[in-house]
């Protein structure tokens, strides 16, 4: 918006004084437009005529919108040759070539026939030139109406950077002329700039914005609706679209339906697509829409067979049946080797598809199609040619007809969605068979499980309560309770597998829920929404429904939950069993009646129901609990995802961990690609993982140093905005710390309560664990000692922090720098005193 706004404010500036003496729609042969005079459409919706962009000495010839406020041109004649002083002419030859000259040096500067591919040099007798209430100039042959409609020349099939209206976007096959955006050089220069916006036509049709030569961003195959990677922008009460394929032409049309309301589609001088809307009330251009939304849309971001996630923090997975073709750079987020297949192809008859959905399709530049063939007869063509990688309908959101294929790498594939497209993509039999099986195996399973559940149930229910009630007269003893709650299960087993899973039938759940009633909706987390339930024999419990996203079959799930539901402690939320039926995973836990932390301290009345004493256990607890997942567990879990609304307090508001073991569940690289999930939470991740998907117990040990502060202090990190240089809470709070003044940051509603030796040591404790390199940060063992102890502290070095959708350079040590590149900034670090 600011470029828009930016632009506009030069237009603004440019103020063209210009009193015209010859306001009429057309230009007859021989007749001259001066400088100061304009041709005006009949409507007087566009004016065409010479203009000078402010900071610029140079003259040029456009068209722009005669009605509103700020200049805007949409259309640039001269725009590699300007004027460079206000001696102009434009004339329109006998032949029907419209000439804009010199007159000073008699030179012809510019020449419709020049830009025309076809030579237009028609036998034109009579020709006329006309400015539409479209925007389009066209010369035309004096008689019947029918030569509007085909024009001699036309100024809509040589657009500059904006696409408007009815204007065709692509390729005459006849003529040869390919109708792209070139953006302007910069906001006063309507030269050249560097990219430009295309209907590929190398294949099957697909939007693409080059960057030079390069491909920079690909909005996909037209997927008969709109192009396979852009479903924001979707055909509404606006406009629709028109796209034509045949042996003559290729292009896509925007129609306004309210033809009311001015609008243009603009390749900005960054590059970026965006559709713009004229408010008359705000009297300005208002972005409605851009195809480029995030980092994802960077082209080919993920190398060959590679699929970007955006709601992923390491972005790049590789489409199930693949696995990152260099497993080091791959860690290492150098993601350009793309991904290659598990089990390589070999051309053997028993190759065949699996279907991915909701993406945006592959670069169809080394595609086939044709438009009737069906599914079935596109299956057996990609079938028959080795070659042949992928298919799907080329009318794939129209009438589901056509066939597209692929051959060699998959480019460029992210989820977009449930408006994404399908996707057949060709695998080896054995890996075929592995994915069915996991797949019939939960098929299988159903039938099984579902006769002995209640049984099931009845034995679990019945163990977990003899356990806590166990578990209750014990002293509390970390580590240990692990053992006998296996212990127990394994006594109370009957040698069947599936005893040894507290699992849950369906209809329980939907029962203890009352089917999912919105009144039990506790909360959506990133997973999934959560919902309390009341068991028959009246226990509370909190079932989380996981979204579905799972790669893991039966077996796997079923044994990440039994693992999971083996990590005991105070203050962890017990998992007690899962329900997994077809579709459906559940997760269910013991029921908090507290709610999580973050409704306490972020909430401006509840906040003073926590005084310093409890958020110092509070922050002890947390500890213990971190502690226990890191090194005291079996397991060591790294929970990835550690943040104040993941901390639940129970009555006595010990506070208790969720979500942990999460990562544990949704492992891998590899996704299914209608995949949704979040792990990690933006102002919680440690640089090196929100960076470079780096994460270990010492990225945990970030967001607990996070954590720690936001208790302190009351405010998110996220949200954090200090009035003076710092945009983040643990910057702010690094500084006050140096100033020896980090008692400013504490929640004013604590004043009364505060216990200051406490405060300070929480608060280093809390910038030890945000330092930026992982190796500075402590383990959560010696962060235990030193919230029990006074010995004296480190000095933390500054901390790393992370913004919005950033990525932080992680390879630098801590001098001040500053880069920018596309979608990555790197964020200037503060220097110590
Ligand atoms: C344009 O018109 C203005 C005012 O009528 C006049 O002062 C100016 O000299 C004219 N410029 C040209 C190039 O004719
Ligand atoms: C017309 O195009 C040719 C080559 O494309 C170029 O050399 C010439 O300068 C152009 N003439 C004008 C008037 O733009
Ligand atoms: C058009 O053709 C005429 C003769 O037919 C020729 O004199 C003129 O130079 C040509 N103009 C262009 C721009 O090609
Ligand atoms: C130019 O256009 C005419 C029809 O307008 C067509 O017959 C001719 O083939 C075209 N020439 C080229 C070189 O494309
Ligand atoms: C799109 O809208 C225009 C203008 O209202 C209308 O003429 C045209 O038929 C519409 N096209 C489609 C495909 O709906
Ligand atoms: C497309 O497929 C249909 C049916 O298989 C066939 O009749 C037609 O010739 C094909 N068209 C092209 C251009 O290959
Ligand atoms: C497979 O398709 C490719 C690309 O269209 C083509 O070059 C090759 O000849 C085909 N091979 C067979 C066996 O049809
Ligand atoms: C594609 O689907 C659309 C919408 O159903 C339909 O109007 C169009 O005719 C189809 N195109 C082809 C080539 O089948």
Redesign the pocket.
């Known amino acids: 918006m600011t470029k828009i706004k930016f632009i506009i404010f030069f237009f603004l500036l440019s103020a063209f004084i210009i009193t015209p003496t010859h306001a009429a729609a057309t230009i007859t042969s021989n007749q001259i437009v001066r400088y100061n005079e304009t041709i005006v459409s009949p409507l007087e919706t566009f004016e065409l005529g010479f203009f000078n962009p402010a900071n610029s000495n140079n003259h040029y010839v456009g068209i722009w919108y005669k009605k509103i406020s700020t200049k805007t041109v949409v259309w640039v004649a001269n725009r590699n040759t300007p004027l460079t002083h206000t001696s102009g002419e434009l004339t329109l030859t006998l032949h029907g070539v419209l000439l804009l000259r010199d007159a000073t040096y008699d030179t012809i500067v510019w020449s419709s026939a020049n830009s025309s591919s076809n030579s237009s040099n028609s036998s034109a007798r009579n020709p006329i030139g006309k400015l539409l209430d479209t925007g389009n100039f066209i010369i035309y042959e004096k008689g019947d109406s029918m030569n509007e409609e085909e024009p001699i020349w036309q100024s809509f099939d040589f657009p500059t950077d904006t696409l408007l209206p009815g204007m065709k976007h692509g390729k005459n096959l006849v003529t040869g002329n390919d109708r792209h955006l070139t953006s302007w050089k910069s906001a006063d220069d309507p030269a050249f700039g560097d990219f430009s916006d295309w209907i590929d036509t190398k294949g099957y049709p697909q939007l693409i914005i080059r960057e030079g030569g390069e491909i920079m961003f690909r909005g996909g195959p037209w997927n008969a609706l709109w192009f396979s990677g852009t479903p924001n922008l979707k055909p509404n009460r606006f406009f ?1 679209f ?1 796209f034509v394929l045949n042996h003559r032409e290729i292009y896509f049309q925007y ?3 309210d033809t009311s309301i001015l609008m243009r589609i603009i390749l900005q001088t960054n590059g970026h697509l965006e559709g713009l809307f004229w408010s008359t009330s705000k009297q300005e251009w208002i972005l409605y829409t851009s195809p480029q939304l995030d980092r994802c849309d960077r082209y080919a971001v993920c190398g060959p067979f590679g699929i970007c996630d955006i709601n992923n923090p390491l972005f790049c997975l590789c489409l199930n049946g693949f696995e990152p073709a260099s497993p080091d750079r791959w860690r290492n987020t150098d993601w350009s080797q793309g991904c290659r297949y598990t089990v390589p192809l070999d051309c053997n008859p028993s190759e065949g598809f699996k279907k991915f959905s909701n993406l945006k399709l592959p670069d169809t530049q080394w595609s086939w199609y044709n438009q009737t063939m069906t599914l079935v007869e596109c299956e057996k063509m990609c079938k028959r040619n080795c070659s042949c990688s992928a298919y799907t309908n080329s009318n794939m959101s129209g009438t589901g007809s056509g066939c597209l294929l692929w051959f060699g790498d998959l480019i460029d594939i992210r989820t977009v969605g449930e408006d994404g497209d399908t996707l057949y993509i060709r695998l080896s039999a054995s890996e075929l068979d592995s994915m069915e099986n996991s797949r019939s195996s939960i098929a299988r399973r159903r039938v099984r499980v579902i006769v002995p559940i209640a049984l099931v149930v009845l034995v679990i229910l019945v163990s977990t309560c003899l356990f806590y009630h166990f578990y209750k007269q014990k002293p509390q003893q970390e580590g240990t309770p692990e053992n006998e709650f296996q212990h127990d299960f394994e006594n109370t087993s009957t040698g069947d597998e599936d005893l040894e899973l507290p699992l849950f039938g369906l209809s329980t759940i939907l029962k203890a829920t009352n089917n999912f009633s919105m009144n039990n909706k506790l909360g959506e987390g990133g997973y999934g929404p959560v919902y309390k339930g009341v068991l028959e024999n009246e226990q509370v419990i909190a079932v989380k429904r996981l979204a579905k996203t799972s790669t893991q079959g039966f077996h796997e799930f079923k044994n990440e939950v039994i693992l999971i539901s083996k990590l005991q402690h105070r203050n962890l939320v017990k998992l007690l069993g899962c329900c997994i039926e077809g579709d459906e995973k559940m997760l269910v836990y013991e029921y908090m009646s507290n709610k999580g932390l973050d409704s306490f301290i972020f909430d401006k009345t509840q906040s003073e129901l926590l005084d310093w004493s409890a958020r110092y256990s509070i922050i002890n607890g947390i500890a213990r609990g971190l502690l226990y997942l890191h090194q005291d567990s079996r397991l060591r879990i790294i929970h990835r995802d550690l943040k104040v609304s993941n901390i639940l307090l129970d009555m006595d508001m010990n506070p208790k961990i969720s979500d942990f073991g999460m990562a544990r569940i949704f492992r891998g690289n590899q996704i299914e690609a209608n995949t949704d999930r979040v792990v990690g939470t933006y102002g919680y991740m440690a640089p090196e993982y929100a960076g470079d998907g780096l994460f270990s117990i010492k990225s945990d040990v970030y967001s607990f140093g996070v954590l720690v502060l936001e208790i302190v202090c009351g405010e998110k990190n996220r949200d954090f905005l200090h009035k003076e240089e710092y945009n983040n809470l643990t910057g702010h709070a690094w500084e006050l710390h140096n100033e020896g003044i980090s008692l400013q940051l504490v929640d004013k509603c604590l004043v009364e309560s505060i216990n200051i030796p406490q405060v300070h040591r929480s608060i280093h404790i809390g910038l030890l664990c945000v330092q930026r390199h992982p190796e500075d940060r402590p383990t959560m063992t010696s962060i235990i000692m030193m919230l029990g102890s006074e010995c004296p502290l480190l000095t933390p070095k500054e901390p790393g922090f992370y913004i919005g959708n950033t990525k932080q350079d992680t390879t630098e040590s801590s001098s001040s720098h500053k880069t920018n590149s596309n979608n990555e900034v790197t964020i200037t670090m503060l220097n110590g005193r």
């Open positions: 629709n028109t129609n306004q339906i």
